[in-house]
Nanobody
Framework: EVQLVESGGGLVQPGGSLRLSCAVSGFSVSSSTVSWIRQAPGKGPEWVSTMYSYNSNTDYSDSAKGRFTSSADNAKNTLALEIDNLTPEDTALYYC?????????WGQGTPVTVSS
């Protein structure tokens, strides 16, 4: 059974940092294309980043470049998303998923709220 379980979200002040984690079971992150997607309140899903296993490259959305860093721990089969210099516009539910343009498995999401 495939499962993705996100954790690490919470309330953060503007300018702060956060590290989100995603525990994966049922497939190997080292041989899969995995993505982070977020959904802000009242808005549709927004793609954040994708890690490609075949070339070890990572793509980021324009809004994520420079402040977001995706990584994977192949030994633990986990993913991480570090976010620096958080702004209120980063407030959203963050999901880890498998895939790039088509996402077949999603976690339940972890909420990030950026507010003073």
């Amino acid at each position: 059974e495939v499962q993705l379980v996100e954790s690490g979200g919470g309330l953060v002040q503007p300018g702060g940092s956060l590290r989100l984690s995603c525990a994966v079971s049922g497939f190997s992150v080292s041989s899969s294309t995995v993505s982070w997607i977020r959904q802000a309140p009242g808005k549709g899903p927004e793609w954040v980043s994708t890690m490609y296993s075949y070339n070890s490259n990572t793509d980021y959305s324009d809004s994520a470049k420079g402040r977001f860093t995706s990584s994977a721990d192949n030994a633990k089969n986990t993913l991480a998303l570090e976010i620096d210099n958080l702004t209120p516009e980063d407030t959203a539910l963050y999901y880890c998923t498998r895939g790039r343009r088509l996402f077949d498995y999603w976690g339940q999401g972890t909420p990030v709220t950026v507010s003073s």
